[in-house]
């Protein structure tokens, strides 16, 4: 508008001030834009009917069930507890190593392990206790009702081409209370190979399995059916709700799946999705300091939490146990333990290219998401739900 009227009268320029036409120009700009309140105030039919599309949208996209509201300020957290928590996170914080055992014996806790993870243990156990005393929480468990773990072995050779045919000869598991943290059950069978009968003498020294063990032993499909047996005599998968824990990506993605192609079976849905327990250390005990996050093996694991391994390295069962004793640990530090990992039996073709110094993981293995491993243990429930009806 100032333009125009310079055009217009161009000996106004010579009046006007720099501080008027400043003040014009400010008065101008506010007339030509609409105030918020102004805006808001007239929604157009239009807007309203997209407006409560959007709320009907977002009430079906969030439907995921939120803890229930005990107290109007929990979301706040203005309740006097969490102060009370706080106080409680800052004296945990100045005690030394010999204390915060001491503070753990007190409460009936374990007391092994690093500071640190002392100290987590201890600041789990005052949140949950001190909320579930003035009813902000409740004291159901809210993960799996137990825990599965494998650790497989397998036929193989000093140096393993990349299509060498695994075949899995130890198949052992044990079973942790997902509730309690403590190891309640174990089992294991040995698998007769079929494609390489005859194990090497590397494979023999690495696992401690001889020969006259694996040739009296039954093939894979008879040593599944087995397996699949016996976690219907312990009502797991059907009265109660279970997880398969690897330590790593290799059991299911390579092994199992291997040994089940071979012998022309469909992978068990029990192992389609599984706890990568190495996943789940790193996030829980928050262990990694860099931006590219190093897992921890099970020696590592072992060491953080002040635990020896034992038993025999690569026996099935002692490490199958040890990989349980992590597990126990964690559980009854309050970790919510969840699937983390899934199996692609038909893997995408493209794949990123990498340098030749880094090591590409197993194609037939991918990532979830918390949401995908929410709707895994949902579906879980919902199966033992309807296991229990039908049987009443």
């Not at 007391?111 to 909320?131: A, C, D, V």
């Not at 998968?237 to 390579?254: C, I, K, M, Q, S």
């Not at 590409?360 to 579906?379: C, E, G, K, M, N």
Request: hydrophobic share 35%.
């Amino acid at each position: 508008l100032l333009q125009e009227i310079f055009q217009i009268h161009p000996e106004i320029t010579s009046v006007m001030c720099d501080r008027e036409s400043k003040d014009l120009a400010r008065k101008e700009k506010k007339m030509m834009t609409p105030s918020p309140d102004k805006k808001k105030s007239r929604p157009s039919p239009r807007e309203n009917k997209e407006n409560e599309d959007a709320t009907c949208r977002k009430s079906i996209d969030f439907s995921i069930p939120t803890p229930i509201k005990t107290d109007e300020n929990e979301n706040n957290f203005d309740h006097p507890v969490y102060k009370e928590i706080s106080l409680k996170n800052g004296l945990i914080n100045k005690s030394d190593l010999s204390t915060l055992k001491r503070m753990c014996k007190e409460e009936g806790i374990e007391s092994s392990g690093k500071r640190n993870l002392i100290q987590q243990r201890l600041k789990n156990y005052w949140k949950h206790k001190m909320l579930r005393d003035v009813g902000l929480i409740k004291n159901a468990a809210k993960g799996y009702d137990f825990f599965i773990v494998i650790d497989f072995e397998a036929t193989c050779e000093e140096r393993n081409l990349p299509d060498y045919p695994h075949e899995i000869i130890e198949f052992p598991c044990v079973i942790v209370d997902g509730k309690t943290g403590k190891i309640v059950d174990s089992w294991r069978e040995y698998c007769r190979p079929t494609i390489n009968p005859t194990l090497s003498e590397f494979c023999t020294a690495l696992t401690g399995i001889e020969q006259q063990t694996v040739d009296a032993a039954e093939t894979f499909p008879e040593v599944l059916e087995q397996f699949n047996f016996w976690l219907e005599e312990k009502c797991l998968g059907t009265a109660h709700t279970f997880a398969l824990v690897t330590d790593g990506p290799f059991d299911v993605g390579r092994f199992l799946r291997l040994s089940c192609q071979q012998a022309e079976l469909e992978v068990p849905v029990w192992a389609e999705k599984w706890i990568n327990i190495r996943k789940g250390f790193a996030n829980f005990y928050k262990t990694s300091t860099t931006t590219h996050m190093k897992l921890p093996g099970l020696q590592t694991m072992l060491n953080k939490l002040d635990m020896e391994f034992e038993g025999n390295p690569h026996s099935g069962l002692d490490d199958a146990t040890n990989i349980a004793r992590v597990v126990s640990r964690m559980v009854m530090d309050g970790a919510i333990l969840k699937v983390n990992e899934k199996l692609e039996l038909q893997p995408p073709t493209e794949t990123k290219r990498v340098t030749p110094h880094h090591r590409p993981r197993l194609i037939h293995v991918s990532p979830l998401s918390r949401t995908q491993a929410d709707v895994w243990f949902s579906s879980c429930k919902q199966i033992t739900k309807g296991c229990k009806e039908l049987k009443l």
